[in-house]
């Protein structure tokens, strides 16, 4: 490692929230360079849906910088918690996922994670907590849930919210704090990174390994990442994602979902999601804030994807939304040679959630067939042959 301590700390310091406690990271730094030790950095993913997106992509390049130090990331696939469910951030219960979903969702997590980490087993270790969680007895059980008190779980802010507003907390959920936490245990994890709501998870794991004799991992935190709505944490179930896998361009490509960002989140993403100093960055937002965002989109398809991608994917989205052109790639949905109602033509092809929604976009004029803007929302088409349907920047190919 060529760069001191201090640099590693500033350097980690641009994309994390909280750092907990920055004298035991430091002290973990040092030692490590001392003796020639790597650091374990575990990270947890549940694989609840899948893909990776760029909410995950915060915590994942602070590991992968630590990676470049000569550390070994620990990636811990929660094929157990997943059947529990985190329920931080959530007001209700979180429904239940089938095995066999978890399964297939994990295998994206570890096929898409080396978009962004070193994947060689000297940098890299990928473990799944159904190891040691699964072959628990009810005593182990018993002596987990021992470590911890009712009102010490009730404290935490989503469970306190929801015990105030009389919303049912059910007891599985309140186990999951203590599983994810026994987990820093089992891997004897130096420090764990999380996103900022999973402090109370990460600050238990931090009280287990002291009590088992270890010692306590620090902990670094990472703001969360708003979506492409603005409003909430980037989540898939909300559908306001990138995925790290997402293609460059086309009808659901990177390009066009991040030129599709507010304006007002464009510095937050800068800073957690690539290297450009503020100093370059944030003048170019204040005053060209479109260039910007063409910026932004071609720094990120290029660290996910490559630079010919972004060039590429500028070139089609210039053709597509300057030009008045059509991408060369969309979805194609079959629909019939029958009269339909525009509304429901909207629908079937997935360009709305409901026929309300739909109306609302054609009054809006956000619609057209073959580049005709259609405002009438009782309009009945009959499509004889394939036709491009448009609603703001999302297109799909009508097949009769």
């Not at 969360?224 to 659901?252: C, E, F, R």
């Not at 030129?259 to 170019?284: G, I, K, N, V």
């Not at 910026?295 to 972004?310: E, F, G, Q, R, V």
């Amino acid at each position: 490692m060529s760069i001191s301590i201090d640099e590693q700390l500033a350097l980690l310091a641009r994309r994390s929230e909280r750092i907990v406690p920055e004298a035991d990271l430091r002290k973990k730094l040092q030692r490590a360079r001392t003796d020639g030790k790597p650091l374990r950095i575990k990270l947890g993913m549940d694989p609840t849906a899948p893909d990776v997106h760029l909410g995950h992509a915060v915590p994942l390049k602070i590991i992968r910088q630590f990676q470049d130090w000569g550390h070994k990331a620990v990636l811990i696939i929660g094929d157990y918690t997943a059947r529990v469910g985190d329920p931080t951030g959530r007001n209700e219960l979180r429904p239940t996922l089938q095995p066999e979903e978890i399964d297939a969702n994990a295998k994206t997590y570890v096929q898409q994670v080396g978009r962004i980490l070193l994947t060689d087993p000297d940098h890299l270790e990928v473990r799944y907590n159904g190891q040691w969680l699964g072959s628990m007895n009810m005593m182990d059980v018993i002596q987990l849930l021992a470590r911890k008190t009712v009102a010490q779980l009730l404290a935490r802010e989503d469970f306190a919210n929801r015990h105030a507003s009389h919303t049912d907390i059910y007891l599985h959920e309140l186990m999951y704090p203590l599983l994810q936490g026994w987990d820093s245990v089992m891997v004897q994890a130096d420090v764990e990174m999380g996103g900022s709501d999973q402090l109370f998870n990460n600050l238990v794991g931090r009280e287990f390994q002291a009590e088992s004799g270890q010692e306590a991992q620090a902990v670094i935190v990472t703001p969360l990442l708003v979506g492409l709505d603005g409003k909430m944490k980037m989540s898939k179930s909300k559908g306001n994602y990138v995925g790290i896998a997402d293609p460059p361009s086309g009808a659901n490509g990177m390009f066009g979902k991040i030129m599709s960002l507010p304006d007002e989140l464009m510095a937050s993403y800068y800073r957690l999601l690539t290297e450009l100093p503020e100093s370059e960055y944030q003048p170019l937002i204040d005053q060209k804030p479109r260039d910007a965002k063409i910026k932004l989109a071609k720094l990120i398809i290029t660290w996910l994807h490559s630079p010919a991608d972004a060039d590429s994917a500028e070139a089609e989205f210039v053709k597509v939304f300057s030009q008045g052109g059509v991408p060369d790639e969309m979805p194609e949905i079959s629909v019939g040679a029958q009269p339909q109602r525009l509304v429901a033509l909207i629908v079937k092809a997935g360009l709305a959630e409901s026929n309300g929604q739909a109306t609302r976009k054609i009054k809006e004029g956000a619609v057209s067939l073959e580049g005709q803007k259609i405002t009438d929302f009782q309009r009945q088409l009959t499509i004889t042959q394939p036709s491009v349907l448009k609603l703001g920047r999302r297109f799909v190919r009508l097949i009769p």
